[in-house]
């Protein structure tokens, strides 16, 4: 069965410092997804990325981050100079969207990584 | 309002019991909804999608109420396997736009 993969699984950085996670969706998905979880908190919402552009970001997803299809396969997330508050879980999703006449949200997550900044 | 409520929980459940969890929304233009399930530290899975005339699949019930905007998740005969956090999510635009999650409720089954 087809699934995204994410790495690194765990990612320790010092405040200031730039992280790029990345992630592998399904290879026919069009639609790509940054979604981030706090420690006991809800999943929230980053950013959606289709036809190599953003088409939604959410307040949280500030000037200090930015995403990128850098080829065919990957799918990145950098934090230019991570915070305390950055510590969080980040999972990256995809989905094959097959349009309005037959909608088709299912959105498949990947593992996640665990960023934890010092 | 939150944009997608539910009873945090937790909800200890004997295995074999029937256990029933609600979620409310707040935007009426939403459009597609879901459950989907998070074991501790890992990624969310889609356990179903919730349809107006309400769903089945195998021992879970969904069911919708737009009128009320209220979701809910029945599950029937729990299985210790069932323990996990059961997450409400809803999507408000047409579209393959952002899921809005729900915080979450925790169930654990008990032998």
């Known amino acids: 069965e087809p699934e995204v993969t994410q790495t690194p699984s765990h990612q320790v950085t010092q405040m200031g410092q730039e992280v790029i996670l990345r992630c592998v969706p399904i290879s026919n998905h069009l639609y790509f997804y940054w979604y981030r979880q706090i420690l006991g908190q809800k999943v929230e919402f980053l950013v959606s990325?289709?036809?190599?552009?953003?088409?939604?970001k959410s307040e949280i997803f500030d000037d200090q981050f930015s995403v990128e299809r850098p080829d065919g396969s990957n799918f990145t997330l950098k934090i230019r100079s991570t915070k305390l508050e950055d510590s969080a879980m980040y999972f990256c999703?995809?989905?094959?969207?097959?349009?309005?006449?037959?909608?088709?949200?299912?959105?498949?997550f990947g593992p996640g990584t665990r960023l934890t900044v010092t | 309002r939150k944009e997608v409520e539910q009873d945090p929980g937790p909800f200890n459940v004997p295995e074999g019991a029937t256990v029933a969890f609600n979620c409310t929304y707040s935007n009426s233009a939403s459009q597609s909804f879901f459950w989907y399930r998070q074991d501790c530290r890992k990624e969310p899975k889609l356990l179903m999608s919730?349809?107006?005339s309400g769903n089945e699949d195998g021992r879970f019930t969904a069911q919708l109420n737009r009128a009320s905007q209220y979701i809910s998740l029945l599950i029937r005969d729990s299985k210790l396997s069932d323990s996990a956090t059961y997450l409400c999510?809803?999507?408000?635009?047409?579209?393959?736009?952002?899921?809005?999650f729900g915080t979450g409720t925790r169930l654990t089954i008990i032998p």
């Open positions: 999703a995809s989905s094959e969207f097959e349009g309005l006449a037959g909608t088709n949200y299912e959105q498949y």
């Open positions: 990325f289709y036809n190599n552009e953003i088409s939604e």
């Open positions: 999510v809803v999507v408000s635009n047409f579209g393959n736009e952002k899921l809005t």
């Open positions: 919730v349809y107006s």
